[in-house]
């Protein structure tokens, strides 16, 4: 699954939802369900914010970290967006309210 089109696709009800079972990762998404919901928005919504927040301000040692976890994996797409969505969780599980999936300093984690 290639990162792009995962990002292209993100905002699509269901797109979020359907990678995180697909990865088998249904605690990350009950996290990003609560998260979502805590903030009054939908999931795609609040998924496809990180992933644009990752981006717009990934500092860079989160950016090498990415891209190792990424090189050691066959489903890089897969394991870049786990990386990203588990960044916003932490984020989010901290307390940070009132601005969704920003920078916290926590280590990206396969």
Known sequence: MMLGTVI????????????LIAAGDMALLSRLQEA?????VHLAAYASRAVRHFLDHADEEDWLQLMGLMGRSEEAGLVALRAILHKAADHASAGCSGEGPQSSRSVLTE
């Open 8 to 19: 292209a696709r993100l905002e699509e009800p269901g797109i979020a939802e359907a990678v």
């Open 36 to 40: 979502a919901a805590a903030e009054g």
